[in-house]
T-cell receptor, first 112, second 112 residues
Framework: SQTIHQWPATLVQPVGSPLSLECTVE??????LYWYRQAAGRGLQLLFY??????ISSEVPQNLSASRPQDRQFILSSKKLLLSDSGFYLC???????????FGEGSRLTVL | QKEVEQNSGPLSVPEGAIASLNCTYS??????FFWYRQYSGKSPELIMF????GDKEDGRFTAQLNKASQYVSLLIRDSQPSDSATYLC????????????FGTGTRLQVTL
């Protein structure tokens, strides 16, 4: 069966520090991969998605970036965090051309 | 701008009753519709999806879709305290990637 893992689960970072969140999927090949953010009291916002290695689409302008160095690995990064980057970051995967999205456990980021 | 609207709640129902959760969407091009359950502090979990007009049943859950009215609902029969969570409605247009647009969720409380 397919599983998705992301880490770290929780992190507290100072403003201006870098960020790296990692996500891996097991049990499937060529998945579509996604990064969502859920800010307190707000809905899930799609940040990036990828349909293949090295293929990244950005949905919103921001100081975050994403990379997909391997088929089942997706990384979310920032060079300098802002206070507004705080939130619950969720990695997800789907089978191409199927709508169902499956989420990882999430990474809760607090920027101080 | 694609929008998905949900009443934030809380919706309070007694144990054993039917809980009815509603969602409207703005994009007439939406092709697939999803319900996720999210416990506090956890990631969303897919519980139902529906692609065609009408009803779809899975155990205690029934999803209902009316594309003409741009309306989708989730019924939970025999509600249990463990059903207490936030329920997120999400919609997707046809495409290679599952670029789901989420509502902000309805908080359900099942009381003893």
């Amino acid at each position: 069966s397919q599983t998705i893992h992301q880490w770290p689960a929780t992190l507290v970072q100072p403003v201006g520090s870098p960020l790296s969140l990692e996500c891996t999927v097991e049990g499937t090949s060529n998945p579509n991969l996604y990064w969502y953010r859920q800010a307190a009291g707000r809905g899930l916002q799609l940040l990036f998605y990828s349909v293949g290695i090295g293929q990244i689409s950005s949905e919103v302008p921001q100081n975050l970036s994403a990379s997909r160095p391997q088929d089942r690995q997706f990384i979310l990064s920032s060079k300098k965090l802002l206070l507004s980057d705080s939130g619950f970051y969720l990695c997800a995967w789907s089978v191409p051309r199927r709508g169902e999205l499956f989420f990882g456990e999430g990474s809760r980021l607090t920027v101080l | 701008q694609k929008e998905v609207e949900q009443n934030s709640g809380p919706l309070s129902v007694p144990e054993g009753a039917i809980a009815s959760l509603n969602c409207t969407y703005s994009d007439r091009g939406s092709q697939s519709f999803f319900w996720y359950r999210q416990y506090s502090g956890k990631s969303p979990e897919l519980i139902m999806f529906i692609y065609s007009n009408g009803d779809k049943e899975d155990g205690r859950f029934t999803a209902q879709l009316n594309k003409a009215s741009q309306y989708v609902s989730l019924l939970i029969r025999d509600s249990q305290p463990s059903d207490s969570a936030t329920y997120l409605c999400a919609v997707n247009s046809y495409g290679t990637a599952s670029k789901l647009t989420f509502g902000t969720g309805t908080r359900l409380q099942v009381t003893l």
